[in-house]
Each structure stands twice: as C-alpha cells, then as structure tokens.
C-alpha cells in the first residue's frame, strides 16, 4: 500500500479541493446548470471518491457517495449559492436591479420555496473604530505587591475577573466601582476559556446594567 490514506484524501477533498470550485458559486452557478459543466465537476468529485474508497474503477459514483456520506456536486453547489444570496441580503449587500434574471434570481427563488429565508440571519456588518471608548490598563506584579494594593479608580465601571482557571472552578469578577464581588460555580466539567469569559462578561453586564 502507498498513497495517501482515505481518511486525509477524504480531509484533502472536502477542505480543501471542493472549497476551491465552489468558491463564488452565487455567480457562476447559472453556468453551471450545462450537461458539460456537471460533467466536468462530477468527474473531479469521482476521482476523490476512487481515491477516498480505494473501489474499482468500474463502481458507480453514487454509490460511492452514498457509502462516505458525500452529497453531490448539485447540492452542494446550491447549498453554497444559497447560503451566500441569503447572507448578502441579510446585511443589505443585495441589488435588486436585476431580481429575475441571472445569478440574481436565486433568491427570488429562494425566498419564495420557504418563508424562512425572509428572515434575517445573526450577522453583523464589520466595523472599524478607530478611536475606542475604553482603556486597558496592565499592572506588573510589582505594580500590585509594592503599590497601595488596588489599581487606581478610573472613570466609568470597572470590572477585573480572577483569571481563567479550570479543573472545576468557577468565576468570579470584581467590580471596583460599584464595590461588588460576585461568583458563579461552573461544576465540576471544565469549560473552556470561552466559556468562561461569557460567564465573565454576563455578570459584569447585568450588575452594569441593573446600575
């Protein structure tokens, strides 16, 4: 035996090879309703899958699809162009223009084979600010042991959390300005320091608010 195994071919295919011809799909997938384009996609995704279920050459492509739980290049062509139409409508990116001709019909027909897609989605627009309103302040630890004990009171609400630890413990936060301690148990499943911050930022801004 030589070769790649099919586990990385597998890997190598769906992360790295179908990403790079499906990329842009909401332009191109009118083009792709031709018998000679699926043809041409179909024949890379059989290759993948020859090489991922290390079957004769002569074994049919669907069914090789079926046995590693690949979907076919139709759905996921149309997966990709729908979830991209619904995504730039959502945040207003969108050109009506054109809604029932080309690539711009895809949400039309979207919209219109399930309600649900005329609901937006949880995104956000990416926002650049240059001119924050906080401050972060570093202390060094000499800065704690031979200073008053405690970082100078600043403006505004100030909160510092008791550092991400696991093994069972929980969280805890100090608001300096509002003179609480507060703490959560975790229980005994360690979560991961991502998890912990949001218990951090979740108390700070309910005590913030309730303020």
Known sequence: MWGLKPRVDYWLYVSVIRPSFTYAALVWWPGYQTVSAKKKLSRIQRLACLGITEAMRTTPANAM???ICLPSQDLVVQTEESSAAHWLWSLGGWSYLHPNQGHSSILMWLQESDP????????MRPAINFEPRYRVIMLTREDWT????????VKGLTWFTDGSKTGGTGAGVYGQSVGRRLSLPLGRYVMSLSGRDICYLGMCLRNSISE
């Open 146 to 153: 031979k200073g008053t004990g405690t970082p100078p009171v």
């Open 116 to 123: 649900i897609f005329n609901m937006g989605v949880d995104v």
């Open 65 to 67: 699809e079926a046995i």
